[in-house]
């Protein structure tokens, strides 16, 4: 059962757009949803989180926007940059030192 | 890659074979994890610790043990490899106060 969805598998943004990535969640319970960036050969590096006590946060070209009512959040990365492609997980944590649930990853490439 | 050296970087290994995978962090964390990562499956759980001595089970944790007799070290074991789990594994340490996740930089076990 997978309990973080996450869209699309894949995405080519041309550079100076806009990418998007969607993730959906099951368990009301989750209550941290970090982004993580991953490049090729390297761990996830920690890029943005947000709790649901706020619907939006923003982090340079980067912005998580949390819709809870929808059990969904998005990544936005504005003015995306050929060094931008990489992999993006979402991931969802119900307190503080507990498992990450991932979802299934998004692999971005920006063309110059 | 906050302080977390993972050993080997690389392993082949037969079926059959115990195979150890060791982390150490140096930031003095009280939990650590172990993660598989699989293309489209994120990453998953396999065992985590919150503290020495202190272990328990994750999502995918059949195959495999654990042990942490120090704050810096976590090994994951495969008592008898098997083709299943070729994989990258990711060991991640978090502090107890906080929800952020810190990954290594992976070691990439192939099992032939």
């Known amino acids: 059962q997978q309990q973080v969805k996450q869209s699309p598998q894949s995405l080519i943004v041309q550079k100076g757009g806009i990418s998007i990535i969607n993730c959906a969640y099951e368990?009301?319970?989750?209550?941290?949803f970090p982004w993580y960036q991953q490049f090729p050969g390297k761990g996830p590096a920690l890029l943005i989180a947000?709790?649901?006590?706020?619907s939006e946060k923003k982090e340079g070209r980067f912005t998580i926007s949390f819709n809870k009512s929808a059990k969904q959040f998005s990544l936005h990365i504005m003015d995306s940059q050929p060094g931008d492609s990489a992999t993006y997980f979402c991931?969802?944590?119900?307190?503080?030192?507990?498992?990450?649930?991932f979802g299934g990853g998004t692999r971005l490439m920006v063309k110059p | 890659d906050a302080g977390i050296t993972q050993s080997p970087r690389h392993k082949v290994t037969e079926t059959g074979t115990p195979v150890t995978l060791r982390c150490h962090q140096t930031e003095n964390h009280r939990y650590m994890y172990w993660y598989r990562q699989d293309p489209g499956h994120g990453l998953r759980l396999i065992h985590y610790s919150y503290g020495v001595k202190d272990t328990d089970k994750g999502e995918v944790s059949d195959g495999y043990s654990v042990s942490r007799s120090k704050t810096e070290d976590f090994l994951l074991t495969l008592e008898s490899a098997t083709s299943s789990q070729t994989s990258v594994y990711f060991c991640?340490?978090?502090?107890?106060?906080?929800?952020?996740?810190?990954f290594g930089p992976g070691t990439r076990l192939t099992v032939t």
């Open positions: 947000i709790r649901p006590d706020v």
């Open positions: 991931a969802a944590s119900k307190n503080a030192g507990n498992m990450l649930t």
């Open positions: 991640a340490i978090s502090e107890v106060t906080t929800y952020e996740q810190y």
């Open positions: 368990n009301t319970a989750f209550d941290y």
